[in-house]
């Protein structure tokens, strides 16, 4: 299983991005997938979660109502769109499959996912 992130960069405070997970060797529909992000000094982060099955979204607070998790079955990909980007969401962002069917308390725990993407950087200017 491979996942290849992308669609990271340099974007002003209030802009938007969108990044990518494509995934090769497993349908990511069948899979929680999650993304993460961290920060130079710190540990990595739930940003957002979607599971196989319901489709249901999951947010940290500090994302909710600015960020979407989705998926695209057919291209095998999972999406996150990015709005009213702020200078605390500068990090890199991995996606991540997950180990089988995850309840909210272990769908936030990195721990819970056994596939890396390789991270994008994401860089919010003020």
């Known amino acids: 299983v491979q996942l290849q992130a992308y669609g990271g960069g340099l974007v002003q405070a209030g802009g938007s991005l969108r990044l990518s997970c494509v995934g090769s060797?497993?349908?990511?529909?069948?899979?929680?997938m999650g993304w993460f992000r961290q920060t130079p000094g710190k540990e990595r982060e739930f940003v957002a979660g979607i599971r196989s099955r319901s489709s249901s979204t999951y947010y940290a607070d500090s994302v909710k109502g600015r960020f979407t998790i989705s998926r695209d079955n057919a291209k095998n990909t999972v999406y996150l769109q990015m709005n009213s980007l702020k200078p605390e969401d500068t990090a890199v962002y991995y996606c991540?499959?997950?180990?089988?069917?995850?309840?909210?308390?272990?769908?936030?725990?990195?721990?819970?996912?056994?596939?890396w993407g390789q991270g994008t950087q994401v860089t919010v200017s003020s």
């Open positions: 060797g497993r349908t990511l529909s069948t899979a929680t």
């Open positions: 991540a499959l997950g180990r089988g069917s995850l309840i909210l308390s272990t769908l936030k725990q990195d721990v819970s996912y056994d596939y």
